[in-house]
């Protein structure tokens, strides 16, 4: 074998080597229980379905991986355990360490509501990122006025946008099994042996497990961006429905207990979003027909939701006439019931009103019916606020009548449900290139004769052109124009979104977002497309423009240019006019992933910093209303960490009562797949947003220039480190492609969209999801650290009182302690003691030793410089919940990544056996489920 790549002593310790060989192990034997648990359970489905000899080898790799990590034996004896392994017996054994991955997630996930259980019944105070914490220093902070809180959240928004980005590798019928699990593990922790109808619940284990095992894990054919719709709809019922309403209904009470006189919160502040069928940009299958089918099933999810609901409250509210008064406004609803049934029921009438009258909008807007209707030939509902009118009338009926307790039930579940979903569910954001809008513009121009070749013209000429069109009513094509595929098919888009507008009302498609924004031109080619489909007049006496024109600034120079673009667009009258009647609010989409993979981890999260930093004062001199778009990805190398800390690292004003932010890959599933997961996560957006828009949470004051500057000198210098690297070193993308599974990515089947934006081997056309996700499969997790530990170390050396500088800043700072800690969280999860083994897939020695011998060195800097900066040397000091993660979970991971280098050696030489490659796919999966934001 060649000699491998040198990699420093440290590099090769397994991560489960963080030296906590106790690890708080009474706090956390509950957890390993349910793990000794689930794992014998699936031991034994593994004997019994596969036999002896894989059982065998299952445990043999497991009591090894664990050798590993107490360093008794070399990782080469571990590798040469699967050497050569029959594919036939390297399946089983891949779907028994992927299946281990997805229950030690359950025991996970049940152990942290066990710990918090502890807290609540000792008596402690909330705990950070809850509801109650952000109250409590509310209280405390004082001297809040009302008036302020009051500006600061007017038109305050919370909104998680569920995005097709899949690094989700599970299907859907797992995901409904490890659920069940869930469930049954949760009953268990209180104390259960039987469940609700006396079944035994660990036969009900059993029988889940076997389930798990006898279902395939991955698709054999690619997901449809069909099945990527219906996929994003399914955590309404899962857990928003319950949860969303009743946390709305919570923070507005809790709020306006606090400034009565405020008015706060009146619309609901935490309202969800989607990408799932809107987002173009490089996905060829979004068409016309799936905004509709987008638009349409989100809309039916919604209405399916509230006649289920009606019928439930019909059952509940049988009260009669003879025996409590109803209010004249509920006599004269129930009066509208064209039948006499119930006449004595004054309550159930009237909810076959609403029932009937839901039933003919119903009939109207969608393109299915949903169950539980009621056609009594009465006029439909125009628009939600009129179906909330009428469920009005009988909360204050109940409420007159003495009855609030029932008010207070699932009718004011109900109320608040129409508030926050309206009859579209959720907003649909658009999204498309603006390269591509360009070509399409420039077509419709020449086709209309206002110019031969748009394209051609300089910055200044462009937008001459474009205010021009926009400053008139009429289109620039008709229906019937020979147009291009590619224009037509964008027209259709935009029409398709003009009809759910209409029909859905206009927070069914609530923003146009401009990938790779960087001009004013590239602004002005949306809304001329806008126009066409009669989404926005700026000509008319009343302007209108119901859909937002967002630009994504995502390139590190985009988002450096970002602010100056904006003050520009802002300055043309027009276009300031389209921002006016928007109530001066103005969206900016900030791109996490692609500004980290253009310039790395440290440098990518500074310019952002800087990039809010610049918007901000934009927004104070123009006087508009900024919203930030945050376009994070579930790793740490595209934008991820922990939410509350990364909000609270925000700049001064960044937030101020608005937030949006993208939820994307397995993360989805992970937060908010059901009630009590999502109640948490979703507190903690909003705990954040409070906190950010209503305290001082930088805490730098008079220090944030001085600061200022420091990150300012870091991020060059960490640039540079990780340009020479990813950019400048000889044969680079060669080694990244034989050392990672990045070709064999696309043939996951986990998503519509294609792995590239263009038919390219190039980096910046690289998406940055298979980006990461082959960094991560491969444990070295470049883009969440490289060039950090240079920087540090260069600091540190040329300036005078770096170091202490530095530490500092880590005490005081919260941005910069964020941007240490997640760094870390990815340190903690790289290894590269297996990456090495990934290095010998590269057959050209001296290419392995060129860019191999720099990951590692930097590995070991950045991992030194970290121990200097925060004094910890343990990397996970500040999660313990990652720390026993890692601890428990990672020696299973060993025999995955092994097993994953062994199938791409066999797959590269030229093995065509089918099972290799669905060997190698089982095992991407299997990571990608046990890392949990790996992509």
């Known amino acids: 074998m060649a000699e491998l790549p040198n990699v420093p002593d440290t590099a090769l310790l397994p991560i489960g080597s963080v030296q906590r060989t106790e690890l ?41 991986s664990f050798r590993v990590r107490r360093s008794e034996i070399d990782r080469a004896e571990l590798a040469a355990l699967f050497s050569g392994i029959d ?85 859907r019928t797992i995901f409904d099994t490890q659920n069940r699990i869930t469930d049954l593990m949760r009953l268990r922790l209180h104390g259960h042996t039987l469940t609700r109808d006396d079944r035994d ?110 019928l439930a409250l019909e059952h509940e509210l049988s009260m009669s006439a003879r025996l409590v008064r109803v209010s004249d406004a509920l006599q004269a609803l129930a009066d509208q019931h064209p039948e006499p049934a119930h006449a004595d029921e004054p309550y159930r009438q009237a909810l076959h009103v609403i029932r009937g009258r839901l039933t003919a909008t119903a009939a109207e807007v969608l393109d299915r019916q949903p169950e539980h209707e009621l056609d009594l030939g009465l006029p439909q509902y125009t628009s939600p606020s009129e179906l909330l009118a009428d469920l009005d009338v009988i909360d204050a009926s109940l409420r007159a009548g003495g009855t609030s307790v029932l008010a207070d039930d699932r009718l004011a579940r109900l109320r608040e449900s129409v508030r926050v979903f309206g009859f579209h569910l959720c907003g649909l954001d658009l999204r498309q290139n603006s390269e591509v809008h360009e070509q399409v513009v420039a077509e419709l121009l020449a086709w209309a004769g206002v110019h031969p070749d748009y394209a051609s013209l300089p910055e200044d000429e462009r937008v001459a052109v474009l205010v021009t069109e926009l400053s008139t009513r009429r289109p620039l094509v008709s229906r019937d124009a020979e147009l291009s595929e590619l224009a037509r098919k964008e027209l259709d888009i935009v029409a398709a979104a003009a009809r759910a507008v209409e029909v859905f009302g206009p927070p069914a498609v609530p923003n146009y977002i401009i990938s790779m924004c960087q001009s004013v031109s590239d602004l002005l080619e949306a809304a001329v497309l806008l126009k066409e489909a009669g989404l926005l007049d700026a000509a008319g006496p009343e302007p209108y423009s119901p859909v937002g024109i967002v630009p994504l600034f995502e390139t590190i120079d985009d988002l450096q240019r970002g602010s100056s673009i904006l003050e520009a667009a802002l300055a043309i009258p027009l276009y300031r006019s389209i921002v006016t009647v928007r109530g001066d609010h103005q969206e900016v989409m900030l791109g996490y992933s692609d500004s980290n993979k253009d310039g790395g981890y440290l440098a990518a999260n500074w310019a ?206 919260p941005f910069f302690r964020t941007v240490l800690s997640n760094m870390a969280q990815v340190l903690a999860k790289s290894d590269l003691g297996l990456a090495v083994r990934y290095s010998e897939l590269v057959d050209d020695e001296a290419l392995r030793h060129r860019v191999f011998d720099k990951i590692a060195a930097e590995h070991e800097r950045t991992i030194r410089m970290h121990a200097l900066i925060t004094g910890q040397d343990d990397l996970l000091a500040d999660n313990p919940a990652l720390a026993r993660s890692v601890f428990n979970r990672f020696p299973y991971l060993e025999p995955l990544n092994h097993l994953q280098v062994e199938l791409l050696r066999r797959y590269r030489s030229g093995d065509d056996d089918e099972l290799v490659q669905r060997g190698i796919l089982l095992t991407m999966s299997g990571l990608a489920t046990a890392l949990r934001n790996s992509g």
Do not use: C
């Open 608 to 813: 952002l910093y800087r990039a809010e930093l610049d918007l901000v004062e934009s927004a104070r001199k123009t006087g508009i209303r900024l919203r930030l778009f945050h376009g994070r990805g579930g790793t740490v190398g595209r934008g991820g960490g922990p939410s509350y800390d990364a909000i609270l690292a925000q700049p001064p004003g960044a937030v101020r009562g608005s937030l949006r932010i993208t939820e994307q890959g397995e993360v989805i599933a992970a937060k908010y797949a059901e009630p009590h997961a999502a109640h948490r996560n979703l507190e903690t957006l909003l705990a954040a947003t409070l906190e950010s828009t209503l305290l001082d949470v930088e805490g730098l004051g008079d220090a944030a220039a001085p600061a200022y500057d420091v990150l300012d000198d870091l991020a060059g210098r960490a640039q540079r480190a990780y340009s020479e690297l990813v950019h400048d070193t000889p044969g680079f993308v060669e080694y990244f492609k034989a050392s990672t599974p990045v070709s064999e990515i696309g043939a996951l089947n986990i998503g519509s969209r294609p792995t590239s934006r263009k038919p390219t081997t190039s980096i910046a056309d690289l998406r940055a999801i298979p980006w990461v996700l082959a960094w991560s499969q491969s444990r070295v997790m470049l883009p969440g650290w490289y060039g950090t530990g240079t920087a540090f170390e260069e600091f540190i050396e040329t300036t005078d009182g770096g170091l202490a500088v530095l530490q500092d800043l880590y005490a005081k700072w």
């Open 87 to 171: 594919i036939h017996q390297a399946i089983p054994v891949i779907r028994a360490f992927t299946h281990f991955a997805l229950l030690a997630n359950v025991a996970e996930d049940i152990h942290r509501e066990r710990r918090r259980a502890v807290h609540v019944t000792a008596g402690e105070p909330p705990q950070d990122s809850s509801l109650a914490a952000t109250y409590r220093k509310l209280d405390q902070a004082g001297g809040l006025d009302a008036a302020a809180v009051a500006d600061a959240l007017l038109g305050a928004l919370v909104s998680p946008v569920i995005t097709a980005h899949p690094t989700e590798t599970r299907r």
């Open 201 to 310: 619940i660990e036969t009900e284990l059993r029988r889940h497990i076997l389930t798990l095992w006898q279902t395939a894990l991955i698709r054999l054919s690619r997901l449809k961006i069909q099945d990527e719709i219906a996929t994003g709809l399914r955590y309404y019922p899962a857990a928003f429905f319950d949860v969303i309403p009743q946390v709305n209904a919570d923070v507005r009470t809790a709020l306006q207990a606090r400034w009565p006189d405020a008015q706060l919160l009146e619309t609901p502040i935490l309202r969800p979003g989607s990408w799932i069928g809107g987002d173009r940009d490089g996905n060829p299958n979004v068409t016309a027909d799936v905004v509709r089918l987008a638009t349409g099933s989100a809309a039916y999810t919604a209405f399916d939701r509230y006649f289920a609901e009606l």
């Open 24 to 64: 708080g192990r009474e706090a956390t034997e509950p957890m390993r229980e349910d793990i000794r648990l689930l794992g014998a359970i699936l031991g034994d489905t593994v004997r019994e379905q596969n036999g002896d000899a894989v059982f065998d080898l299952v445990e043999r790799a497991r009591v090894e």
